[in-house]
């Protein structure tokens, strides 16, 4: 089974990010033809600033390496690298109907957001189609958020086979239901749009800020609050073991939850949680050589397969003569 997903540049990847979607990528290795790529050309729908995009592309290739993914049990690179996908993303833009594309919601949220209505961004499903198209894809992993883009890759898929005759697999969505969204600081979705985030790798007095800035009730200690309002509670639930979110799960229940102290005990759960990555990530990114030498193989790997689908498209479609 071919799992692939990617992931924007666009800012630090915070901890929605990774159980949202890195670590399950991760647990991939073990048992799929996994893909990871780094969506460079997606991020320039709102980035143009060449060092952050750079650096950005940079640091997220750590990130991952730093977590545990690894790039000899997959193929990890950045989109740019591997051009084809941009003549995909032509032929497919010439039979995708303009209603498909209009309806995106995400195009609309983002100007609704403050991001420049460029054709770019309006085509970004179009390139994520070819993204997913490309390598054939199985299964693609993505939040909730990115299921309608995951609708037009089908479509396009379909609709091609159906006009040149059968060339792409058409790729199932993997939405991981158990994972709920994970809150930001302010209690909506964690997201780099919202700046609520808690960056992965945030550590010291830095992310101890963060923490104290989580937004709670003003119910006392003592009074019974209900754990599952609480999005301090949703983010310790994803650090503390079992047996001691039951014990403070009583004391929201019965009274006692001291919000200062548990927030507290999520900055020192949080720090450990990824202070091993942390060093890794450190030490990546003191040899961006090393990074660049990986991504290049990835792209490599990539490439391979991109160019036989492309061939196989050119043939397709009278670009071949
Ligand atoms: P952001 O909203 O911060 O811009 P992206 O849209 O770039 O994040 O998301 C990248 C991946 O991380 C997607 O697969 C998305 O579903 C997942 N993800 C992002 N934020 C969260 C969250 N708060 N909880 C769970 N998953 C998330
Ligand atoms: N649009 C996705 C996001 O913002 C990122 C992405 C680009 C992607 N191409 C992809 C995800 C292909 C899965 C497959 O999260």
Redesign the pocket.
């Known amino acids: 089974m071919k799992i ?5 540049p666009s800012g630090q990847l915070h901890i929605g990010n990774y159980f949202g ?1 890195m670590q399950t990528m991760i647990s991939h290795m073990e048992t799929s033809d996994l893909y990871v790529f780094i ?1 460079d050309l ?1 991020a320039m729908t709102s980035v143009h600033d060449r060092d952050r995009l750079a650096a950005g592309t940079l640091e997220a290739a750590a990130d991952f390496l730093a977590l545990g993914l690894d790039p000899e049990r997959c193929t990890f690179w950045v ?1 740019s690298d591997v051009p084809e996908v941009c003549e995909l993303t032509w032929i497919l833009s010439t039979i995708s109907p303009m209603g498909l594309i209009e309806r995106c919601h995400s195009y609309k949220d983002k100007i609704a957001n403050g991001l420049e209505p460029s054709h770019g961004l309006f085509s ?1 499903p179009v ?2 189609a070819a ?2 198209l490309l390598y054939q ?1 199985d299964q ?1 992993p ?2 909730q ?2 299921k309608q ?1 995951l609708e037009v890759a089908r479509d396009l898929a379909q609709k091609f086979n159906h006009f040149f005759g059968e060339t792409f697999v058409v790729p199932e969505p993997a939405i991981n239901k158990a994972m709920a969204t994970v809150p930001g600081l302010d209690g909506r979705k964690m997201s780099k749009s919202y700046g609520n985030t808690i960056p992965i790798f945030l550590e010291g007095k830095a992310l101890k800020k963060r923490i104290m800035a989580i937004e709670t009730d003003a119910t006392p200690v003592e009074a019974p609050k209900d754990p599952d309002k609480c999005n301090l509670y949703a983010l310790l639930k994803l650090f503390a073991e079992p047996g001691r979110l039951q014990e403070v799960r009583d004391l929201y229940l019965n009274g006692g939850a001291a919000y200062g102290y548990i927030k507290l005990e999520l900055f020192d759960l949080l720090s450990d949680y990824f202070a091993g990555a942390r060093k890794k990530k450190a030490e990546y990114l003191a040899d961006p050589a090393l990074l660049r030498e990986i991504l290049k193989n990835g792209a490599e790997k990539a490439r391979a397969k991109a160019m036989v689908t492309l061939d196989l498209v050119r043939q397709r479609v009278g670009l071949k003569y």
């Not at 692939?4 to 924007?8: A, F, H």
């Open positions: 692939l997903s990617g992931i924007q979607m969506v997606h989109q970004y390139l994520m993204d997913i894809a693609v993505v939040g958020d990115q883009h």
